[in-house]
């Protein structure tokens, strides 16, 4: 049984139809890659794991658990934490509590606390008492990672960690998924930039309006299938 | 907004048959309603009055918070100034109080200007109880006016009243007493008033500052972008209804004869029905106002009797209906029929644009 | 010296002005609903405190201190099964079902205890003073501002020294993004109201106990209450009690002017703030 696993997963914005029978699974320790164009439904699919859109309860599957029906608030709990895309810190919370309030629903002993948070980014040691939104792109990722991480969760989702970021700044943040991945969560990346993705990564599925069209491990995929699935252009 | 997305129509058309045969109706109810004294009794006019004033009242503040998005709790302000004013004219400039009622008009939009400068100032719910703060303020001082009464109000003098234009000439006509005129002249003017306000704000609505008004309502930003000057359009609609709302105080107490500071001022009998009226017809609809008024007629011909237990239904109701049926009677009755009687909104067939 | 006094009364008043103030300027902060019913649940407590004395025979303080849970459970069931559907984008529902629960309120109250003016008995406390210099300072007017600070201190603790408080803070910011730690909005908006209702209670025990009331008083406490607010800038408690401060100074300038003229005075106070400064004394930077 897959620690994470959908099953024909649809997803609506009011009349507007975004994911049409997504099947995507996450083993136990395992990393997936979702790639795709924009507006391929990447994010909608990462809402409706998380709970912010709520689906039929069985196209969710949590440990066994049916958890497509229920609310953010009910996922997270369960062990399942979202990097969500943009970042979005709490603008009037300082570094430090951004990083405590990722506790709120969920105190689990283990690896991650805020000691090794600030070891796992140093400088926000540095800047915990500055407001959240006052830090660079770059530090403000590392405290919605950080704040993710703080739950202890079993399953970890990233969206476009890497979005407006300089490629140093990139680096620093992915040097960060090691550390992450033997701390025993698994992790759901979502990722345009495909190297990225192939690098940390142990399968891949790739995303094309609403629906996966690709999947596969990054060694067996070849660029060609990529672009194929990426952009549906038939060769 | 749901009409359209239920019925999805490609074509723009500014009339529905419903709103032809809505017309010819309307033409014809007023004509009847302006025979109504020829033939009824004096409550029944009494009663009619009370309709058809409460109804322009909601249909100001409908304008103002249905259309415009300013939701005011100070509308008494402008009854009590209208009324005020109008009382003024007759008692310390020796004016006939029909044509004072014009300067109870003009007394609210004078008013209004200073009023609109601070309440401006204040955003959503702030900017309401900004409006109930400076109908206190108005409330005060004029129960400081000594030569209006002061605290405890005032009377209009037996002369004016007894020699008011066209009294004379209607009690001939019509064979009443002196009183009962007075009463079918208040009467025919709260017509004249409610039909003029009526046809007023539609021909506004669909006029290209209506929709200029819908756009700021519905998506101000997206307004601005166009070139719509809100601003403006919060002005226009606010002047615009204290006026009316003034006219319509001061013809209300022309025909009460009575004025006190806590009674022409007062939040529940000016603001709270009214807010009532328009929520249960619907609000943002020129129809809305007047089923709710009729509705709110029926149950105060029912309930009032029971005093408090009157008023506490009433605040229910209102909770219950902005709840459960956010669009009022009306909008049940349009959502299941599809029928508007006064189309203003062709305009949005495009989409709903800006929502979620 | 007459004028030292009448402004040390104000201020104190004020203390009471802030009382009115604090709750709502919470949920404000918390939640941006203005609850038009605020002044009503007030004077309801007043009624519950004044039935807790008049059955039980227990002393207002002690009244008060039975009457806060009920008024916290009142708040919380409130905010979650009523209010909380009402918020949104669109500011008329709640506006006016909270107007409607106003009037509801106070007809209710009006059947229920009669037009009567009431009052809480108070003992010895409401004629004690204390002599400071030629001034003549009432223990209880003292005891409601030494009040006032006391609640806004803790207030201010919770709200930016406890979980709790940041989860009021960081749901106002972003309740989708809350939700994803775990925080259940609309029992954070339940809590967040419950507290107000607990200084609501306070402040229906000054209230009782320092003058008359009746079911129809209301309304006058939401408007104090809402220009302590405004005045002070919104989402400022200190701001607040700096606004209830200025209301009872020009109150009670004004009556000693013209007894006529205590409330007329603090309306124009207002008006003159919102003037010169429409975002209050101490607008909250982030807005
Ligand atoms: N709140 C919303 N309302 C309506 N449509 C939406 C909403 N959010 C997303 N969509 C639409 O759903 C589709 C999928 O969007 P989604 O955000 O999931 O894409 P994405 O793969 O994350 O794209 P990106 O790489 O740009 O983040 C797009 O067509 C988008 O326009
Ligand atoms: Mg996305």
Redesign the pocket.
């Known amino acids: 049984m897959a620690l994470l696993e959908t099953s024909g997963l649809t997803a609506h914005?009011?009349d507007?139809q975004?994911l049409f029978g997504v099947d995507i699974r996450l083993e136990q320790g395992e990393t997936v890659a979702i790639i795709?164009?924009?507006?391929?439904?990447?994010?909608?699919?990462m809402?409706s794991l998380s709970g912010v859109l709520q689906n039929a309860p069985d196209m969710i599957r949590l440990d066994g658990t049916a958890i497509g029906g229920l609310s953010a608030e009910d996922v997270m709990p369960l062990g399942l934490a979202m990097v969500p895309?943009g970042r979005r810190l709490f603008p009037s919370l300082s570094v430090e509590e951004n990083l405590l309030i990722g506790t709120y629903g969920r105190k689990v002993d283990g690896h991650w606390t805020l000691e090794t948070i600030y070891d796992l980014f140093p400088i926000l040691r540095e800047r915990r008492n500055s407001p959240g939104t006052a830090l660079s792109g770059g530090q403000q990722q590392m405290v919605a990672i950080g704040r993710a991480l703080m739950s202890n969760p079993k399953v970890l989702l990233c969206?476009?960690i890497s979005l407006g970021l300089a490629p140093v700044v990139i680096k620093d943040i992915y040097a960060a998924v090691p550390k992450i991945q033997e701390s025993g969560a698994s992790l759901i990346v979502?990722e345009?930039d495909i190297g990225q993705a192939m690098k940390v990564a142990d399968r891949v599925y790739c995303?094309m309006e609403?629906r996966v069209t690709l999947e596969g491990t990054p060694d067996t995929l070849s660029r060609d299938d990529i672009h194929n699935a990426y952009f549906g252009v038939s060769a | 907004m749901s009409d359209i997305s239920t019925t999805p129509r490609y074509v723009v058309t500014t009339h529905t048959t419903a709103s032809r045969i809505a017309a010819t109706g309307a033409v014809i109810l007023f004509l009847v309603l302006v025979m109504v004294p020829f033939f009824a009794g004096r409550g029944l006019i009494q009663d009619l009055f009370f309709i058809l004033t409460m109804l322009v009242l909601a249909q100001f503040w409908n304008l103002l918070a249905g259309y415009g998005g300013l939701v005011s709790i100070g509308q008494q302000a402008f009854v009590g100034m209208g009324a005020y004013a109008m009382f003024g004219g007759v008692i310390l400039a020796g004016m006939d109080p029909i044509p004072a009622i014009l300067l109870g008009g003009v007394a609210a939009f004078l008013v209004a200007i200073p009023t609109a400068f601070f309440a401006f100032r204040l955003q959503g719910p702030y900017f309401a109880i900004g409006t109930w703060v400076i109908a206190e303020v108005m409330r005060l001082i004029m129960a400081q006016v000594k030569a209006l009464g002061g605290g405890t109000g005032t009377s209009l003098p037996r002369s004016a009243t007894r020699e008011m234009w066209a009294t004379e000439w209607i009690a001939g006509m019509l064979d009443v007493r002196n009183s009962a005129a007075r009463d079918i002249l208040t009467y025919w003017l709260a017509l004249l008033l409610a039909a003029a306000t009526i046809a007023g704000i539609y021909w506004l609505l669909r006029s290209k500052r209506g929709l200029a008004l819908s756009a700021v309502r519905d998506n101000p930003e997206a307004a601005k972008s166009v070139g719509v000057d809100a601003g403006r359009m919060k002005w226009l609609v606010f002047l615009t209804s204290a006026f009316g709302t003034g006219l319509a105080g001061a013809l209300i107490y022309v025909q009460k004869a009575r004025i006190s500071p806590d009674a022409a001022f007062s939040v529940t009998d000016w603001t709270a029905y009214v807010l009532f009226i328009v929520i249960i017809g619907g609000i943002g609809t020129i129809e809305g106002p007047i089923i709710g008024v009729i509705i709110f007629f029926l149950l105060q011909a029912l309930l009032a009797d029971y005093g408090t237990w009157y008023l506490f239904t009433l605040g229910i109701i209102g909770i219950v209906v902005m709840l459960f049926a956010p669009r009022g009677v009306w909008g049940l009755i349009s959502d299941k029929t599809g029928i508007q009687l006064f189309p203003v909104r062709r305009r949005l067939s495009g989409g709903t644009l800006g929502e979620? | 010296m007459i004028w030292v006094d009448t402004v040390v009364q104000g201020v104190l008043l004020g203390g009471l002005y802030a009382l009115f103030a604090a709750g709502l300027s919470l949920v404000f902060g918390i939640m941006r609903l203005v609850n038009l019913a605020h002044g009503d649940l007030i004077v309801m407590a007043a009624y519950l405190i004044l039935v807790l004395v008049t059955v039980l025979g227990l002393p207002p303080f002690l009244a008060a201190a039975v009457a806060a849970p009920v008024m916290f459970g009142i708040g919380w069931v409130l905010q979650k099964y009523l209010l909380n559907r009402t918020l949104g984008s669109d500011i008329l529902p709640p506006l006016l079902v909270t107007f409607g629960l106003s009037i509801a309120l106070q007809n209710a109250l009006l059947e229920g205890f009669s037009a009567d003016s009431q009052r809480l008995p108070t003992g010895a406390i409401s004629t004690s003073s204390l002599e400071i210099g030629a001034l003549n300072i009432g223990v209880l007017p003292l005891l409601t501002f030494a009040s006032a600070i006391a609640v806004i201190i803790g207030l201010n603790q919770l709200f930016y020294r406890t979980s709790l408080g940041r989860a009021f803070r960081a749901t106002s910011d972003d309740p989708v993004t809350a939700s994803l730690m775990g925080i259940k909005p609309g029992h954070v908006f339940a809590t967040a109201t419950a507290i107000a209702m607990l200084v609501v209670t306070l402040a229906a025990l000054y209230l009782g106990m320092r003058a008359n009331f009746d079911p129809n008083i209301g309304p006058a406490r939401l408007i104090y209450a809402f220009q302590a607010v405004i005045i002070g800038g919104l989402g400022s408690l200190w701001g607040t009690l700096a606004g209830g401060v200025i209301i009872g100074v020009s109150q009670t300038i004004g009556a000693a002017i013209n007894p006529e003229w205590q409330i007329l005075a603090g309306h124009v106070a207002f008006l003159l703030v919102l003037l010169v400064r429409p975002r209050g004394l101490f607008p909250r930077a982030v807005d």
């Open positions: 914005y009011g507007f975004a795709g164009a924009n507006g391929a439904g990447k994010t909608t699919l809402r895309e969206d476009e979502v345009q995303m609403g | 979620e």
